[in-house]
Antibody
Framework: QVQLVESGGGVVQPGRSLRLSCAAS????????MHWVRQAPGKGLESVAV????????YYVDSVKGRFTISRENSKNTLYLQMNSLRAEDTAVYYC????????????????WGQGTLVTVSS | DVVMTQSPLSLPVTVGQTASISCRAS???????????LNWFQQRPGQSPRRLIY???NRDSGVPDRFSGSGSGTDFTLKITRVEAEDVGVYYC?????????FGGGTKVEIK
């Protein structure tokens, strides 16, 4: 069965960096785009970034552009989110979600989600 | 950016009755490929979101047929018939036609 397991969250000071990972299993990872979505405490959902199945295209929400980098290692079935220059407003649970298969809508998917990893940015 | 406006914010429902949630987009969600990429998600307390509906009206595998989606262009609706206690949670719409992808603010469904 499809599984997505995030890791790497924790407490970090403003201005520092953190790298999140999302280990995928149960499907052919290299055939699917992947998303990062976040949810601030008690708030709604926000799409953060998407990467296409082969890593050739990446898109970011404006609030993280230039600070966050989404990447993937298809040989390890793993998705990453490198977060630099972290701010208090980046505090959230970060979810990875499966995107669309090869020829589908490159922004689509969201049929499977991980359990999320909490990132707290605080001094 | 496409703004997704959900209403109501809160929806108290009696078990067995019907709940209806509206989602309005600030611009058309019809993609150049002819599809309309509008999804609905359920997030139960303490859980990850779960997709219920994709492309306006297609139900995901395992989703009860009590859940249905409808709409076109900029106006969409999620209907839950014969509401059950397990339907309690927050429901979100999401458009994935235009980047950045945008979620509605959420509708909290609770049992009266």
């Amino acid at each position: 069965q499809v599984q997505l397991v995030e890791s790497g969250g924790g407490v970090v000071q403003p201005g520092r960096s953190l790298r999140l990972s999302c280990a995928a299993s149960g499907f052919t990872f290299s055939n699917y785009g992947m998303h990062w979505v976040r949810q601030a405490p008690g708030k709604g959902l926000e799409s953060v970034a998407v990467i296409w199945y082969d890593g050739t295209n990446r898109y970011y929400v404006d609030s993280v552009k230039g600070r966050f980098t989404i990447s993937r290692e298809n040989s390890k079935n793993t998705l990453y989110l490198q977060m630099n220059s972290l701010r208090a407003e980046d505090t959230a649970v970060y979810y990875c979600a499966r995107g669309e298969i090869l020829t589908g809508n490159p922004f689509g998917g969201f049929d499977y989600w991980g359990q999320g990893t909490l990132v707290t940015v605080s001094s | 950016d496409v703004v997704m406006t959900q209403s109501p914010l809160s929806l108290p429902v009696t078990v067995g009755q019907t709940a209806s949630i509206s989602c309005r987009a600030s611009q058309s969600l019809v993609h150049s490929d002819g599809n309309t990429y509008l999804n609905w998600f359920q997030q139960r307390p303490g859980q990850s979101p779960r997709r219920l509906i994709y492309k306006v009206a297609n139900r995901d595998s395992g989703v009860p047929d009590r859940f249905s989606g409808s709409g076109s262009g900029t106006d969409f609706t999620l209907k839950i018939t014969r509401v059950e206690a397990e339907d309690v949670g927050v429901y979100y719409c999401l458009q994935d036609t235009h980047w950045p992808l945008t979620f509605g603010g959420g509708t909290k469904v609770e049992i009266k």
